[in-house]
């Protein structure tokens, strides 16, 4: 029997938890409606949570309330997409239900899991049902009426857990999306397994393995300079670094190549990811190859002449370590200096090339394959210097998470719900910098919003029968409006059914983002698509570098 909660098995539970939904991640993933290529739900959930096991693995608590508010307050910053952002409202209600208690016992921890169910019902505008917001409520009042019958919290988490996935086999039905697709709610999937996992430590169940290790337990690869002496450093730079995949292709190429160039080789993956380690002459090289494969998220070269060196010299070898001290971007709030300031929320340099054109103070890379947390929003906020700063998220997975940081800076945020990129560009095309008043570029960007139709054009990441469509995993597919809109084998037939639609639309501008993945050639292709369809409307065709879009697609 378990009777009382102490800040060091807190710890530990939240810890279970999340290699509980890391190891069920990809299985949560599935779970996504749509099945184009995204930052799902087990992706955005476990990231979430991996803040938190970062910080409690700093500390030692000493009360289940440290412990909880530690890990409220990594979760509020580490929260990525509407899924993580739902977390952490309700792990921060939980640690407000536990404020000032050494330790809880069964009636504390379920009072204090149906106060984090407040705080995540308050917070989202338009609670839906068949959500991770039903089944947490479901499962925090099960597990109060519980702990009023019994004082074993293991057996009030069980209660709690019964009447959860209960609950989840029935989002299905509650949720007219989820029934078209016929799957449960991915997000109170990751909730219940994050709770089977504080459950199972409760038990004394193993832990399982974490796929991906938090930041603070990773084993960095170091070079051993008590084994070699500096003449015998054949490969000068120990370098590492992480891709994040962009393309579907055998790694095999870029080990034949980095074995070629280096020594010490190391190449780790999953399927988003993979992360190198390897001595080499030429860092630039390796991490220019690597770049064909996706897109760079992370490096570290070190010279490990200069490093032995200085220790055989009596001296603290140097590291990027060091640079965090005096890191001169490191997260400081900007004097303000104007009045309004703009960040903006993209993924490909061609599209953050158009948002500071039209005087987007900053761009955090970001979007549909990595939705960025609060406190990449938050640092980006605080760089600029504004005393109001709009944020356009250009993601409808990302704007809850922009919400959060109105209350975490002293600078007045407005958060504009631009769900799409061309969005976000016909709201920056809106404003009026010398305006008086913040509201009134709020409003002008805000109404500004359903002027413009945004189509989309990807690929099936997976085999799928959704809304009356037999999609194959590889074929093209095209979203209007976030909503599938066709799916064929040939982009050029989407094209012609989405020219056809603007005709329809009456659209006067149109304009032709077009990704990483295709050339200039055939874009100006796929704008003469359009402009044959709608000879009157202006045709722009611009290189956005976007990933998992061949083309995203704005009519005004």
Known sequence: ??????????????????????????????????????????????????????????????????????????????????????????????????KGLDCA??????????????????????????????????????????AAEESDIIVVLEEA???????????????????????VDA???????????????????PMPEMVEEPASQAKEEKANFN??????????FDTVFIVRKTVEKSLEPLRTYLNSIGDSLVIGEDDEAFKVHVHTNIPGSALNEAQKYGTLELAKIENMRTQYDDLAAGKKAQSVDDLEDDEPDSHKVAAPEK??????????????????????????????????????????????????VFILPNNGNIIMAAQQCVDLTEKNVVVIPSKTVPQGITAMMNVDFEAEEAQTITDAMTESLSAVTTAQITYAARNSDFDGFEIKE???LALEEGKLFGTDATIDALLEKLAADAVERDASFISV????????????????????????AEVAVLSGGQPVYYYIISME
């Open 1 to 98: 029997m378990n009777e009382q909660i102490s800040g060091a098995l807190f710890k530990q539970m939240v810890l279970h938890g999340a290699a509980g939904v890391t190891a069920q991640k990809q299985a949560i993933n599935d779970l996504n409606v749509f099945p184009v290529p995204d930052g799902d739900t087990g992706t955005n959930m476990s990231m979430t949570i991996a803040t938190a096991v970062t910080e409690l693995c700093k500390i030692d608590p000493k009360t289940i309330d440290q412990a909880a508010s530690v890990t409220a307050s990594a979760l509020l910053r580490g929260a990525r997409g509407n899924s993580g952002v739902i977390l952490s409202l309700l792990f921060r209600g939980i640690s407000k239900g536990l």
């Open 105 to 146: 016992d069964a009636a504390a921890f379920a009072a204090a899991m149906q106060e984090g169910v407040s705080s995540a019902y308050k917070a989202v505008m338009k609670p839906a049902e068949g959500t991770v917001l039903t089944v947490s409520r479901l499962a925090s009042k099960r597990a109060v009426e519980a």
């Open 161 to 183: 857990l019964k009447v959860g996935y209960e609950t989840l086999a029935m989002t299905t039905d509650m949720n007219p999306v989820l029934k078209k697709a016929g799957v």
């Open 187 to 205: 997000g109170a999937k990751g909730y219940l397994l994050i709770l089977e996992g504080m459950l199972a430590e409760l038990r004394g169940e």
């Open 227 to 236: 084994v070699f002496s500096a003449e015998e450093i054949t490969f000068a």
């Open 339 to 388: 009045k309004y300031g703009f960040l903006a929320v993209c993924a490909g340099e061609g599209l953050a090339s158009v948002f500071r054109d039209l005087g987007a103070d900053g761009v955090v890379s970001g979007g549909q394959t990595m939705n960025p947390s609060t406190e990449s929003l938050l640092e980006g906020v605080d760089k600029i210097p504004a005393e109001t």
């Open 474 to 476: 590889g074929d093209y």
């Open 513 to 536: 983002y077009f990704g990483e993945d295709v050339s200039e050639e055939d874009a100006h292709k796929a704008a003469q698509i359009f402009e044959t369809a709608c000879p009157d």
